[in-house]
């Protein structure tokens, strides 16, 4: 492995390294840099965590002096992951005048404008960029270099035209650099068509697949929250994540844990961004906790020393699951990723297991203490699971009892209401009745049978995990 030396680094920048303890560059780290400081547009293939941030900075820090114009524009997903970004390349051009700002929704426009013209560098997130674009308190014209971070999640929530329409007000005559965990046909198209003969690197999974163990277990609706909980305590664990697919089953398995006993944060796009940069903050610092989030909230946070993750609800792709648990077992550190799964969880399951690719061991349910919840904010009662009492389908708290030995009809189909398997699910909580596609046997689950109609990808794509 080179040092950071030899891969022509500046004084000033490995003064800075050093003072920041990088001993050795990363693999990606290793392969790109010497490549953008001679100018070479880069397709980099990498994971969160693995360095890039460091990569795609370093010629920006290495090659940029304030001119009074803005000379780099770094688009990133999410607004933790710009502001970290911002963040860390404030640090790496400690000893240089550059002036690095952020911008993303959820603050205040006026500071941002305000700010603007005095960056340098300007990291931010698709949308936000558009806006000041349609403001015109933004321009474009003199950046030299652009940075598309976490590209293909841009693509995933929908910001291609953004992306697509950023990149046209860029000058034709710029470093440009794109890092993604996956290479799509689409991310394909668009370096083809606005860069200039990349370079395309990719590295080996960040995370060890031989210290990665994946878990599964099968669990009557109305006992996985139960489960949660026996596992956060009985488990072994440093950092925690715990993962949602909305925001409303975020801030209801959060509640739910401080209520069990469980010291839990929550972080969603729904939280004001001052309150998600201080839940990351406070979880970054602890040596243990347990943050529960979605997906898009998580996306491209760097947080280390993370031992397990959950899927409290299963993501309807195998890519998003890769995301998920590349979040542990990461630099040599053994992780574990464990998968709760209620009947309404199957599709979504068999769809990441189709392809045979991921290796995910069954556990047997353990003995459970079946803990007390509340059902939602507006509801002051407490109950155990399998109780009498239960929300509405609005969740105000107002309904008729009801015994879960009732037998409402199954509905696999896509039409089937989204719910909160643990507080609203009125079709799957009798243990009972026939789970999905097995009987009441109980015994384990065979994904394989069948065929499921989802689609899992829209095309084809390289993985880089």
Do not use: W
């Not at 970004?85 to 500071?111: C, E, M, P, Q, R």
């Not at 200039?196 to 590295?203: D, G, I, L, T």
């Not at 469980?262 to 979880?283: D, M, N, P």
């Amino acid at each position: 492995m080179e040092t950071f030396a030899k891969l022509g680094l500046g004084k000033g920048m490995l003064e800075v390294l050093n003072e920041m303890r990088f001993e050795k560059p990363s693999e990606i780290q290793e392969k790109t840099i010497p490549l953008a400081l001679t100018g070479r547009d880069i397709i980099g293939g990498s994971a969160t965590g693995s360095g890039k941030t460091l990569a795609f900075a370093s010629p920006i820090v290495e090659n940029l002096k304030p001119n009074g114009h803005l000379q780099a524009l770094i688009l990133t997903p999410t607004r933790e992951l710009a502001e970290q970004v911002a963040h860390s390349i404030a640090k790496f051009s400690k000893n240089t005048n550059l002036n690095t700002i952020a911008v993303y929704g959820g603050t205040n426009i006026d500071t941002q404008i305000r700010r603007i013209p005095q960056a340098d560098v300007l990291v931010g997130t698709p949308g936000r960029i558009i806006d000041h674009l349609n403001r015109r308190t933004l321009n474009l014209s003199k950046v030299k270099f652009l940075v598309l971070d976490e590209v293909d999640r841009m693509f995933d929530m929908g910001f291609s035209r953004d992306v697509e329409k950023i990149i046209k007000e860029c000058p034709k005559d710029r470093q440009t650099m794109m890092f993604s965990a996956t290479v799509s046909q689409d991310i394909d198209y668009l370096a083809k068509k606005y860069s200039k003969n990349p370079a395309e690197v990719s590295v080996e999974s960040f995370v060890d697949p031989s210290k990665l163990k994946q878990f599964y277990y099968d669990v009557p609706s109305h006992k996985k929250f139960s489960l949660l909980v026996h596992l956060l305590k009985e488990e072994e664990s440093r950092l925690v994540l715990v993962f949602c697919s909305t925001r409303r089953n975020v801030d209801f398995v959060t509640k739910n844990l401080l209520l069990s006993g469980v010291h839990a944060k929550a972080i969603h796009g729904g939280l004001e961004q001052k309150k998600r940069l201080r839940v990351l903050q406070e979880f970054q610092r602890g040596s243990s906790g347990v943050l529960v989030c979605t997906g898009v909230a998580a996306r491209g946070l760097d947080i280390k020393g993370v031992s397990h993750v959950y899927n409290y609800d299963i993501p309807s792709e195998s890519k998003e699951y890769i995301h998920r648990i590349g979040r542990t077992a990461r630099a040599g550190e053994e992780g574990k990723a464990i998968s709760i799964l209620s009947s309404r969880d199957y599709e979504n399951f068999r769809a990441i297991t189709e392809r045979g690719e991921l290796k995910i061991k069954n556990l047997r349910l353990p003995q459970l203490e079946i803990v007390r919840i509340r059902i939602d904010s507006g509801n002051e009662r407490g109950r155990r699971f399998g109780g009498a009492r239960m929300g509405n389908s609005r969740g105000n708290g107002r309904a008729s009892p009801r015994r879960f030995g009732g037998a409402p009809k199954r509905n696999y189909g896509r039409n089937q209401p989204r719910s909160h398997d643990s507080s609203r699910n009125r079709g799957n909580q009798d243990s009972s009745r026939s789970r999905g596609p097995q009987n009441s046997s109980r015994k384990p689950m065979r994904f394989g049978q069948g065929r499921s109609k989802r689609r899992v990808h829209s095309g084809r794509s390289r993985s880089f995990r």
